[in-house]
């Protein structure tokens, strides 16, 4: 749930300071798209609720990067495509999120849309302090709701990485990986991350 806090002031582009608040369970998916397209802030939207996400720090921008280069340099290969957020990824009519990370094996992949992604064969994210259970939880179903075929979920603080695989309407766990691991892939045969390197970056 996101706290009165998080909705008070969006600053946009133009310095105009809009309140989120009032208009909780009201905002209609083209009023979401165009409050995105121009505020700095990373935005998610369900069913007429606006959530503001806290901004990045440091130490999550150097584990996104670094873990980007890794899957660019792979997803290249097979003429994929990568990008990080801010991107919009539509989980369905009505539900979007900004992943960390997206991706798809064909850079045509017709999901791949320029205004926002209506989906993608995987996802990072990196979880955030602020709400594990944003990432941890109801991304978890999110993102299985969406079809995405394989969900990474990075844990600063457990200092693991968990990735999770969709069987049906459900991920599973195709592993969990610690310090001195490599984190892989299931749809990405051969592709590995090395844990220990992602939490020691700088």
């Not at 957020?85 to 960390?100: F, N, S, T, V, W």
Request: glycine share 6%.
């Amino acid at each position: 749930m996101t706290s009165a806090t998080d909705l008070t002031l969006v600053r946009e582009y133009d310095g105009l300071k809009v309140s989120l608040h009032p208009l909780q369970g009201l905002w209609t998916e083209e009023q979401y798209l165009r409050l995105s397209d121009h505020t700095r802030h990373l935005i998610e939207f369900t069913d007429g609720m606006i959530e503001v996400l806290p901004m990045p720090t440091d130490k999550h921008q150097v584990m996104l990067l670094l873990l980007y280069d890794w899957f660019r340099l792979w997803v290249d290969r097979l003429g994929g495509k990568v990008l990080v957020a801010p991107l919009r990824l539509q989980i369905r009519p009505g539900k979007h999120r900004e992943p960390d990370i997206l991706l798809v094996r064909d850079a045509h992949d017709p999901r791949r849309q320029n205004r926002y992604w209506l989906g993608a064969d995987l996802v990072v994210e990196i979880v955030s302090p602020d709400d594990p259970e944003r990432d941890t939880v109801v991304k978890v179903v999110d993102y299985a709701e969406a079809g995405i075929a394989e969900y990474w979920l990075v844990d600063p603080v457990a200092e693991q990485i968990t990735v999770l695989t969709l069987e049906g309407a459900a991920y599973v766990a195709h592993g969990r990986f610690a310090r001195g691991e490599q984190a892989t892939s299931l749809i990405l045969p051969g592709f590995e991350v090395a844990v220990s390197a992602v939490f020691d970056a700088t």
